[in-house]
């Protein structure tokens, strides 16, 4: 049966979502199958809608319906109590029965009295046998108000048989926090956060039925700080300007809208985070082509209403957790790490080893183990929007220290644009002339050889792949991650002239980490060289069991062919039996098949049939293609069909750490190559 936590707050707006996150972090670090259940929901989100399921389902990847995820709603529960409590435990253990543990997530106190809601999510606590961790908001509470809430929560639920697992106070006002802390030794305590709790841009627009006329939509997950009514003269109105405000303003001050524009443009001036025209009136198409030429990110919306109804209706608009975006994620997972002692947390619930690598289970343990290294890592495509907003998370996560290259003015205007931080980077011009000529100078007598001069070698380092793997090559960077908008040839090509391969290893090569539903398979060469001959095949095999080995992955590897053993011949499995026969006899103590097809190194009963006796077959971990053609096809096949996430491709075998991103990648993405750079890091230094 699965274990289950049961997250019960006591009264509304606890920003329970907050907690819920953080406890969702926690258990798939520790579970390899977990999932979310919603006793109570409103009536309209049966098929969808609830915005925790949603947003645990999505972030963390829970394969499980979104229906198999709810259990009543609020309309069944005021008919029949009691039939609604049985259909509840009913639909959980149709649940728990096909995972490992189930986060239980309480009603929102959205249509019933409070006092009676919260013991309905006891009385459910006590029928699905989930022990209770609950939650209570320090909003606008003084300490001797929530020592009472807490004293009454605990009570409430001991008196109808809950047990308390733990508690947590979640926005409690910063001045108090520490206070609070002391105060209740094993509670944790969350400080209120402005970010978490603004709306966003999104949720404005939807608020007032907004038309969006300008901006990008990818900078609508923007938090709105405050606001500000756009009632007087432009100079006077600049002065209240601040970072994050949006500016209500008449839809016919359009002398007033293009000075606001401006001033967001403009280097060292706030960055805001929209602007709302009021009273359905659309800007004349002389302005808007002006507004068009000026190539603004900033979000331009027309409303209906006219200013005074606009101003009170945003006073009116609260922001959600899953409508932030990974920023509000980030913050959220931030907060609950500094307020919540989440080992104990789970040392409580005495969670059971997990049996299964998930990819989440990989891809917290890459984030752990790259935080604690604190390696530097360069990224070349400074003002790209994905590598900007992965830099914030990067940053606020700690995960590694970064360099941004290009313009800083640039580099800092695109952030403010996307109304992200990227203050913890540092930002270096590849164009700075005491760096260039060092390195130009460097970079000369590497490819001396080549009749490379110190003059042809400056205008070289200048281009920021040139430049990003000097860094690392002097020094100055432990690892380096492009490609997300040059080609792999433009991103890797410098590292093979400067930073070059191990002296064990013949061939730069390449792996991907494919994360499956229950575990995490290696797949090499697929990106890098297109048909190797049986020493360079070796040679790849033996990388990719040593990479696989930095990261948790047992190797056991699996030389694929269209044959199995003898059964075949030809050039083609020729080539793949002679690379098996060399790292065999290169690694003797590394398990290998080969040459084996896909069916028969993946499928236990596949391999019982053809090779029964092998240590590898039915039972591989890395896999090893004989060609680009197959390996490209083999990844993006198991990609798409399997529903797989693709973690690289992952460099090997260079002296130093250089990975190149797919063009298409996105943040998180870029932030899983960043951690895999960080400790590929710690492997050669």
Same mark, same amino acid.
């Given at each position: 049966?699965?274990?289950?936590?049961?997250?019960?707050?006591?009264?509304?707006?606890?920003?329970?979502?907050?907690?819920?996150?953080?406890?969702?972090?926690?258990?798939?670090?520790?579970?390899?199958?977990?999932?979310?259940?919603?006793?109570?929901?409103?009536?309209?989100?049966?098929?969808?809608?609830?915005?925790?399921?949603?947003?645990?389902?999505?972030?963390?990847?829970?394969?499980?319906?979104?229906?198999?995820?709810?259990?009543?709603?609020?309309?069944?529960?005021?008919?029949?109590?009691?039939?609604?409590?049985?259909?509840?435990?009913?639909?959980?253990?149709?649940?728990?029965?096909?995972?490992?543990?189930?986060?239980?997530?309480?009603?929102?106190?959205?249509?019933?009295?409070?006092?009676?809601?919260?013991?309905?999510?006891?009385?459910?606590?006590?029928?699905?046998?989930?022990?209770?961790?609950?939650?209570?908001?320090?909003?606008?509470?003084?300490?001797?108000?929530?020592?009472?809430?807490?004293?009454?929560?605990?009570?409430?639920?001991?008196?109808?048989?809950?047990?308390?697992?733990?508690?947590?106070?979640?926005?409690?006002?910063?001045?108090?926090?520490?206070?609070?802390?002391?105060?209740?030794?094993?509670?944790?305590?969350?400080?209120?956060?402005?970010?978490?709790?603004?709306?966003?841009?999104?949720?404005?627009?939807?608020?007032?039925?907004?038309?969006?006329?300008?901006?990008?939509?990818?900078?609508?997950?923007?938090?709105?700080?405050?606001?500000?009514?756009?009632?007087?003269?432009?100079?006077?109105?600049?002065?209240?300007?601040?970072?994050?405000?949006?500016?209500?303003?008449?839809?016919?001050?359009?002398?007033?809208?293009?000075?606001?524009?401006?001033?967001?443009?403009?280097?060292?001036?706030?960055?805001?985070?929209?602007?709302?025209?009021?009273?359905?009136?659309?800007?004349?198409?002389?302005?808007?082509?002006?507004?068009?030429?000026?190539?603004?990110?900033?979000?331009?919306?027309?409303?209906?209403?006219?200013?005074?109804?606009?101003?009170?209706?945003?006073?009116?608009?609260?922001?959600?957790?899953?409508?932030?975006?990974?920023?509000?994620?980030?913050?959220?997972?931030?907060?609950?790490?500094?307020?919540?002692?989440?080992?104990?947390?789970?040392?409580?619930?005495?969670?059971?080893?997990?049996?299964?690598?998930?990819?989440?289970?990989?891809?917290?343990?890459?984030?752990?183990?790259?935080?604690?290294?604190?390696?530097?890592?360069?990224?070349?495509?400074?003002?790209?929007?994905?590598?900007?907003?992965?830099?914030?998370?990067?940053?606020?996560?700690?995960?590694?220290?970064? *360099?941004?290259? !290009? &313009? %800083?003015?640039? #580099?800092?205007?695109?952030?403010?644009?996307? @109304?992200?931080?990227?203050? /913890?980077? $540092?930002?270096?011009?590849?164009?700075?002339?005491?760096?260039?000529?060092?390195?130009?100078?460097?970079?000369?007598?590497?490819?001396?050889?080549?009749?490379?001069?110190?003059?042809?070698?400056?205008?070289?380092?200048?281009?920021?792949?040139?430049?990003?793997?000097?860094?690392?090559?002097?020094?100055?960077?432990?690892?380096?991650?492009?490609?997300?908008?040059?080609?792999?040839?433009?991103?890797?090509?410098?590292?093979?002239?400067?930073?070059?391969?191990?002296?064990?290893?013949?061939?730069?090569?390449?792996?991907?980490?494919?994360?499956?539903?229950?575990?995490?398979?290696?797949?090499?060469?697929?990106?890098?060289?297109?048909?190797?001959?049986?020493?360079?095949?070796?040679?790849?095999?033996?990388?990719?069991?040593?990479?696989? *080995?930095?990261? !948790? &992955? %047992?190797?056991? #590897?699996?030389?694929?062919?269209?044959?199995? @053993?003898?059964?075949?011949? /030809?050039? $083609?499995?020729?080539?793949?039996?002679?690379?098996?026969?060399?790292?065999?006899?290169?690694?003797?103590?590394?398990?290998?098949?080969?040459?084996?097809?896909?069916?028969?190194?993946?499928?236990?009963?596949?391999?019982?049939?053809?090779?029964?006796?092998?240590?590898?077959?039915?039972?591989?971990?890395?896999?090893?293609?004989?060609?680009?053609?197959?390996?490209?096809?083999?990844?993006?096949?198991?990609?798409?069909?399997?529903?797989?996430?693709?973690?690289?491709?992952?460099?090997?075998?260079?002296?130093?750490?250089?990975?190149?991103?797919?063009?298409?990648?996105?943040?998180?993405?870029?932030?899983?190559?960043?951690?895999?750079?960080?400790?590929?890091?710690?492997?050669?230094?």
């Amino acid at each position: 049966m699965a274990q289950s936590l049961y997250l019960a707050s006591l009264d509304p707006n606890s920003g329970k979502s907050t907690v819920a996150v953080g406890v969702m972090d926690l258990l798939t670090r520790r579970a390899g199958s977990v999932a979310v259940f919603r006793p109570i929901v409103r009536d309209a989100d049966t098929t969808g809608g609830d915005p925790v399921i949603t947003l645990l389902r999505d972030q963390y990847r829970l394969p499980a319906p979104y229906e198999a995820s709810v259990g009543v709603t609020y309309s069944d529960v005021r008919d029949d109590a009691d039939a609604a409590l049985s259909q509840i435990v009913e639909r959980y253990h149709a649940l728990a029965d096909r995972h490992e543990v189930v986060l239980v997530v309480g009603s929102d106190y959205s249509d019933v009295a409070a006092s009676v809601e919260f013991t309905f999510n006891t009385r459910v606590a006590v029928n699905l046998a989930a022990p209770l961790l609950l939650v209570i908001t320090g909003y606008r509470k003084t300490p001797a108000d929530i020592a009472a809430a807490l004293r009454f929560g605990v009570a409430q639920a001991e008196a109808d048989h809950a047990t308390v697992l733990g508690t947590v106070v979640n926005r409690v006002d910063p001045a108090d926090a520490d206070l609070v802390k002391a105060a209740h030794p094993g509670t944790g305590v969350i400080a209120d956060d402005p970010v978490i709790e603004a709306p966003t841009v999104a949720e404005l627009i939807a608020a007032a039925d907004a038309t969006l006329i300008s901006g990008d939509p990818d900078v609508l997950t923007r938090t709105v700080g405050d606001v500000v009514v756009a009632a007087m003269t432009l100079p006077n109105l600049l002065t209240r300007l601040a970072d994050d405000k949006a500016v209500i303003l008449p839809g016919d001050r359009s002398e007033v809208l293009l000075g606001l524009l401006a001033a967001h443009l403009a280097e060292g001036t706030p960055s805001l985070s929209a602007v709302f025209l009021t009273g359905g009136l659309r800007p004349e198409p002389q302005i808007l082509d002006i507004v068009a030429g000026l190539d603004s990110r900033l979000p331009i919306a027309l409303v209906q209403h006219d200013t005074f109804d606009m101003a009170n209706l945003v006073g009116d608009v609260g922001g959600s957790l899953a409508a932030g975006g990974p920023r509000k994620i980030t913050r959220a997972l931030e907060d609950f790490a500094a307020g919540v002692d989440g080992e104990d947390l789970l040392d409580r619930l005495a969670l059971s080893k997990p049996t299964v690598v998930t990819p989440i289970m990989f891809e917290h343990a890459m984030i752990g183990r790259a935080k604690a290294l604190d390696k530097h890592i360069v990224l070349p495509e400074g003002a790209e929007p994905r590598i900007l907003k992965a830099a914030e998370i990067l940053i606020r996560r700690d995960v590694a220290r970064l *360099t941004l290259l !290009g &313009v %800083e003015s640039e #580099v800092r205007a695109q952030a403010a644009q996307l @109304g992200v931080d990227i203050g /913890g980077a $540092a930002i270096l011009n590849p164009g700075d002339h005491e760096i260039r000529e060092r390195f130009a100078k460097e970079y000369a007598n590497l490819r001396a050889h080549k009749g490379v001069t110190v003059d042809a070698a400056y205008d070289t380092v200048a281009d920021v792949s040139y430049f990003g793997t000097m860094m690392v090559h002097t020094g100055m960077a432990d690892g380096m991650v492009s490609g997300a908008v040059h080609t792999t040839a433009h991103t890797i090509r410098p590292s093979f002239e400067i930073i070059k391969t191990k002296p064990e290893v013949a061939v730069v090569s390449s792996v991907f980490f494919m994360c499956l539903e229950d575990r995490v398979l290696v797949y090499g060469d697929c990106a890098v060289n297109p048909n190797p001959d049986a020493e360079q095949l070796a040679d790849i095999a033996l990388s990719s069991a040593d990479t696989a *080995t930095e990261f !948790g &992955v %047992e190797p056991r #590897v699996a030389m694929l062919s269209y044959s199995t @053993g003898t059964s075949g011949s /030809g050039e $083609a499995v020729d080539k793949v039996r002679a690379a098996t026969e060399i790292v065999r006899s290169r690694r003797p103590d590394l398990p290998v098949e080969g040459p084996i097809q896909y069916d028969a190194a993946a499928d236990a009963g596949v391999a019982g049939t053809k090779l029964p006796q092998s240590q590898v077959a039915g039972k591989a971990t890395v896999f090893i293609v004989p060609d680009l053609n197959t390996g490209n096809n083999l990844y993006k096949a198991v990609q798409r069909s399997a529903g797989a996430i693709a973690v690289g491709p992952v460099l090997q075998g260079l002296r130093k750490p250089v990975n190149d991103l797919s063009r298409g990648a996105t943040v998180p993405d870029i932030v899983n190559t960043v951690a895999l750079t960080a400790i590929q890091a710690s492997q050669t230094a």
